[in-house]
């Protein structure tokens, strides 16, 4: 008879169960032990919510208090450290030191760049500049980046650092000296309340205003520049050169993509091209950014690899694996001066330099330590990515990546399997972590596409899967290969190959942008949703354990949360066009007039951009009136007011007028009409409306923007 060993202890059978409080609770405390280093992992976070908050604020705070609260909240929470506080006193304090340092971070980089801002000039002006850069073509023609060298009317001091002018004809090449007839203007404000913030991006880059010729770009005689701007136009020539003869090597369609992939330089993608990358969710492989620093570092450090370990002798003396994360590095780094150094390919080589020097160290490359580090790296030099999308969904997708390859079960290989069932097994495995991956990422950057960029790509998983080993196999190395022996006359076999990829890829983009359903808009969600999304995809990516799914619902925020109501009518910034809700559509009233504003908010609102109908309406050369009250707003879009005959007719035909001059008066007509003018305009810049039982309730940019530098105003650089 078997009998308990002495000293054991044993449950009676009556002994009380634990209660389900008391399991959960335990279940808690063990998943919390578990964490270990893992909670360093929300240093990065809780600095990056420090920048957003700074990001936030309506009015810009002065830098003093913020320095000094980063430097107490650090210098308690290392206090704390020293002296052995436990984890649950340090937690808190490494949090909150790193939120403080984040605000300061943000704000202390926003006093770096800040820079002239062009003032909204009544007419245009004559300025001379270099040509730094060819950047990507906008919807009135191909655009380039100016460094003002002088612009009548304002003085040195006042000149903006850089412009990005719209020029006539081809765009001249960088390092040219250019004399410009055009209009000059601040950088576009938000195209709508809440919308995404144009100028506060160009306030980063220094872009101080946007200019459009009016005549052709003519030579100028400049003095020769500061060696950095010498240097920066040298290499963008360089650049610019390499795009040409990539394009002239693979003809304008096939060659405007490759010349994109490689350089930056999107002067030569078809419109339509553009549309169905987009509409099909293949659109950021023309964007240079994590995908491209991946696969052009690893494949220099595979490479390099294997030509280390193919050489004995070598093999014997060296760590080929060492050598192999410096050859990585010097190509992503090459590749990022290649690139023009955008901010998405400086966040994506950062995050590869992290992963190579981790492999020089000794350390595991692809961890979420090592991500973590990367991003902490990136907010401190550039703060202002937490608001950007593309630091949003990179470093979601690739925490995403990095989670599913630490739960990923690792595989076992048989031994003394016949190649074909081999082949087979490999395929299948391949194709499973092919689809786990598109998914994961895919789910991943879903709450930031949808908020940021309203269209859903129903086919994009399909697409990406058919692509990725076209991108990843051909493209991309065809492309390293090619261009680095185009200087010698050896690169054209590997464009050829590259340019069959870039067609394959075009053509599978078409066909899933035709598929029937293929693009859904979905209107944005509240601003404050985002944040909350964004912590459930965090929490699903660096907590361990079972608890981590407690996130899932807050990651699916931005798809689930109730949507405000529509506005009724949306006024473009200079009141220049304006539209209007009907079902699911949004009515233009000016169709083909900065459609970019009008097709944004739309989107942004969930709705389809149409056309005004031609009937019912009565419009002449400066205004737009419904009629019989059709439709609830009339416009006038003159620089001119109207004669008070004129806005009389407006004020009858709509219960909102939208006047882009300033009146004196009102006319009689217009007693129980709203009626908005340039002095508004100017204020508010862009306005939703929503009309109500008791009248009309309005949302300008300004005041959702607030008072910040990048804003014009008292407090901001473009006053």
């Not at 893992?38 to 957003?52: E, N, T, Y």
């Not at 290392?78 to 949090?95: E, I, V």
């Not at 699916?556 to 506005?567: D, F, H, K, Y």
Request: glycine share 10%; proline share 9%.
């Amino acid at each position: 008879m078997a009998r308990a060993s002495e000293g054991a202890a044993l449950i009676p059978p009556d002994a009380p169960k634990p209660s389900l409080a008391e399991r959960i609770r335990d279940g808690v405390r063990k998943e919390i032990g578990t964490q270990g280093l893992r909670w360093r992992l929300w240093a990065p976070v809780a600095f990056g919510a420090g920048a957003a908050v700074y990001f936030a604020l309506k009015q810009e705070p002065p830098v003093q208090p913020l320095v000094v609260a980063a430097g107490i909240a650090t210098g308690l929470w290392l206090w704390a450290r020293r002296h052995g506080w436990g984890r649950a006193a340090t937690l808190p304090l490494m949090l909150l030191a790193c939120l403080a340092l984040g605000l300061a971070a943000a704000k202390l980089r926003t006093d770096r760049v800040t820079a002239p801002i062009a003032p909204a000039f009544e007419a245009p002006v004559t300025l001379e500049a270099w040509v730094m850069d060819v950047d990507s073509p906008g919807e009135r023609g191909h655009r380039v980046v100016l460094a003002p060298v002088w612009i009548r009317g304002l003085t040195p001091e006042a000149t903006p650092v850089r412009l990005r002018a719209t020029v006539r004809g081809d765009p001249p090449i960088p390092g040219t000296p250019v004399r410009l007839f055009a209009i000059l203007n601040p950088p576009p404000p938000p195209a709508s309340p809440g919308a995404y913030d144009f100028g506060r991006n160009a306030f980063y880059q220094r872009l101080g205003g946007t200019a459009f010729a009016l005549s052709d770009t003519r030579p100028a005689d400049l003095s020769s520049p500061p060696w950095p701007v010498r240097l920066t136009m040298a290499v963008n020539a360089v650049r610019f050169g390499l795009a040409r003869r990539i394009v002239d090597r693979l003809g304008t369609r096939t060659g405007g993509i490759a010349a994109a992939m490689t350089t930056g330089h999107e002067t030569w993608i078809a419109r339509e091209d553009l549309d169905a990358m987009r509409d099909s969710g293949l659109a950021h492989i023309l964007s240079i950014s994590g995908l491209h620093m991946a696969i052009v570092g690893g494949f220099a450090f595979f490479s390099v690899r294997l030509g280390v370990a193919a050489w004995p002798w070598l093999a014997l003396r060296v760590s080929g694996k060492k050598i192999a994360a410096v050859a990585g590095l010097v190509a992503v780094w090459s590749y990022l001066v290649l690139s023009g150094a955008p901010a998405p390919a400086q966040r994506a080589a950062i995050t590869a330099s992290v992963a190579f020097a981790a492999i020089l160290l000794d350390r595991q490359a692809i961890t979420m330590q090592a991500l973590a580090v990367a991003a902490m790296v990136v907010l401190i030099l550039q703060p202002e990515a937490i608001v950007t999308p593309g630091f949003q969904m990179s470093f979601a997708a690739t925490a995403a990546l990095v989670a599913l390859a630490e739960v990923w079960p690792p595989r076992i290989r048989e031994l003394s399997v016949p190649w074909p069932i081999a082949a087979l097994q490999n395929a299948r495995h391949w194709l499973t972590l092919a689809v786990m991956a598109s998914l994961v990422a895919g789910a991943a950057t879903g709450p930031f596409a949808v908020q940021h960029f309203n269209r859903a790509a129903m086919y994009g998983l399909v697409a990406n899967l058919l692509t990725s080993p076209i991108a990843d196999f051909v493209m991309m190395p065809a492309l390293a290969l090619g261009v680095l022996l185009e200087p010698v006359g050896l690169g054209g076999p590997f464009l050829w190959g590259a340019g069959q990829g870039v067609d394959a890829m075009l053509a599978v983009g078409h066909w899933t942008a035709r598929l029937p359903g293929a693009v859904r808009t979905i209107a944005s969600a509240p601003d404050y949703v985002l944040p909350i999304a964004f912590l459930g995809v965090l929490i699903l990516c660096l907590w361990r354990g079972r608890m981590r799914w407690l996130g899932l619902p807050f990651a699916c925020a931005v798809l689930v949360w109730p949507r405000a109501p529509t506005p009724t009518v949306w006024i473009g910034d200079a009141g220049t066009n304006a539209a209007f809700s009907a079902g699911d559509q949004a009515v233009v009233v000016r169709p083909g007039v900065r459609t970019f504003a009008s097709d944004l908010w739309s989107r942004r609102r969930g709705l389809t951009a149409v056309p005004r109908p031609v009937e019912g309406w009565t419009c002449e050369r400066y205004g737009c009136a419904p009629g019989g009250e059709a439709a609830p707003v009339a416009l006038w879009w003159g620089t001119r007011a109207p004669d008070e005959g004129a806005l009389a007719d407006l004020c009858r035909s709509a219960p909102l007028v939208a006047v882009r001059a300033e009146i004196a008066a009102l006319p009689a007509a217009c007693a129980d009409r709203l009626v908005l003018d340039g002095v508004d305009f100017a204020r508010g810049g862009a306005v939703e409306l929503w009309r109500t039982r008791s009248g009309w309730r309005a949302v300008w940019t300004a005041d959702v923007r607030g008072q910040r530098p990048w804003s014009p105003g008292p407090s901001g650089s473009g006053e």
